[in-house]
């Protein structure tokens, strides 16, 4: 039987692609104070891709016993769990990123990092570049790095990551959207969309859009946010079983 003719691509979308393959997690508050969010990353079948630790802006000044506990429960179910490191747009001393990800990786066994504030500028390229490189050798060169634009970056930085967030912000701005020409080269797991705001009659419309421009793994959610805040990625959403249900097993290609 012949597929169904995918829809129209939604205002501001790009090529199709195929549908997101999974989700990313949020960097919930600590097990201590969000025991139940943490529960739910390790329910089988959640399609989750990975999974962000953030123990006080990083690693901390010391192990976290109730974070290691929550990392391992989420590596024994089969979720990467990355590193939280602030490159604060390029204004971290370099010492202090390597520094915090080798804690994160002694203390808390990460498989990964996720670079927020990442610079998207080509002038910055060649420093990402050394700290890209220097975090995958802080994992024998096994590390999964994320590097947290929130916007799409100058096309080289493509090849110095693994994923790359291209979008970070409001649903309002998500919907009219427009996708770098420079992505249809690479295939939707390289890229990430983090979306707040999003109302639950929407989601359908906000999963199309993600399809449409090639977004393999997403985070939506209906928690509201301001400009520049990550605040609201911080808890899971009110539809968090239906985002489950419609990218699961079965449900993506």
């Known amino acids: 039987m012949a597929k169904t003719p995918p829809p129209p691509p939604p205002p501001g979308a790009g090529a199709s692609r195929r549908p ?11 097990p201590l104070l969000a025991p139940v969010e943490w529960g739910e990353l390790t329910r089988p079948g959640t399609p989750l891709h990975w999974a962000v630790l953030n123990v006080a802006e990083g690693p901390g000044s010391r192990p976290d016993p109730h974070c290691l506990e929550a990392a391992g429960r989420l590596r024994n179910a089969g979720v990467r769990v ?18 915090d990800a080798h804690r994160f990786v002694d203390w808390y066994k990460v498989g990964g990092f996720y670079l927020d504030r990442c610079p998207a500028d080509r002038a910055d390229l060649a420093g990402v570049r050394r700290v890209t490189a220097t975090l ?15 916007t ?11 994923q790359l ?6 649903w ?14 690479y295939t939707e797991a390289k890229f990430v969309h983090l979306v707040h705001g999003v109302p639950r009659t929407h989601l ?17 959610t ?32």
């Not at 997101?20 to 600590?30: E, L, S």
């Not at 967030?165 to 409001?170: D, K, M, P, Q, R």
């Open 82 to 99: 990355l590193g939280h490191l602030d490159a604060a747009y390029g204004s971290r001393p370099f010492g202090e990123l390597v520094s």
């Open 136 to 150: 995958e050798a802080v994992l024998g060169g096994e590390a999964h790095l994320v590097l947290g634009h929130g």
């Open 20 to 30: 997101p393959r999974g989700g990313r997690a949020p960097a919930p508050p600590p």
């Open 165 to 170: 967030v291209t979008f970070s912000g409001a």
């Open 172 to 185: 309002a701005d998500y919907r009219w959207s427009q996708v770098a020409e420079w992505t249809a080269e």
């Open 204 to 220: 359908e419309e906000a999963l199309r859009i993600a399809r449409w421009q090639g977004a393999g793994t997403i985070f939506f």
């Open 222 to 253: 209906d928690r509201p946010g301001g400009p520049g805040q990550s605040a609201p990625f911080h808890s899971l959403p009110g539809y968090w079983d239906e985002i489950v249900s419609r990218i699961g097993p079965g449900v993506s290609e």
């Open 152 to 162: 799409h970056p100058h096309p080289g930085y493509a090849e110095t990551a693994d």
